[in-house]
């Protein structure tokens, strides 16, 4: 069954390089109210004017969460327009890689703190985190998606540990911030889809 979108819902999905006619069942039933006008403003905010994040940076992380939340039309979506803007394909599998690895992090660590427990806490992961050491994006950046996708899970001392790294590699505050807002609007989208 195909939806009727409104234009605020159709346009939004068109900027995004999505089909308009594929089923969204939330997006119909929000109507063209002052929230969806608000949350096509916020995606065409964070992924294409933030003065601490490039274009292709914004689909990384916005791919990342896509990712993360497996919503496989936003997946597709901002792959093409990541690509768009010059994303290599390894850039393109280190995103995917990334967002496991810390999908795989959150979880083991997020215990280890509600648990707060000495043997835990002092136990060695086990996980292997190679990809970590060298990463094609750059240190700086992929301290940066770990940080947004840590974010969106809700790991605290994941989230800690990552802030602080991508400080320690040059990132400025602002730019933390741009790119956990970039998480949180995404995130906020992919619940309507």
Known sequence: MTTTLNDTAQSLLSNL????????PVLEQLGDNRYLRDLKINVGNVLN?????????????????AANEKQQLLIDAF?????????TAAELSETL??????????????????????????AQAGIRMSIMM???????????????????????????SHEESVLKHGASEARVLDAIRLGAVIKGLITVL
């Open 97 to 122: 890689a990334c967002t496991s690895l810390l999908s795989t992090n959150n979880v083991y660590y997020r215990f280890r703190h509600f648990m707060d427990k000495e043997y835990y806490t002092t």
């Open 134 to 160: 060298t990463p094609v994006l750059g240190k700086e950046f992929f301290e940066l998606m770990s940080l947004v996708v840590s974010a969106v899970n809700g790991c605290e001392m994941c989230v800690r």
């Open 17 to 24: 390089g999505m089909d308009t006619t594929a089923d969204f």
């Open 79 to 87: 792959t093409k327009a990541a690509e768009a803007e010059g994303a």
């Open 49 to 65: 004017n933030s003065q601490n994040l490039t274009k292709k940076e914004a689909l990384l992380l916005a791919l990342s969460v």
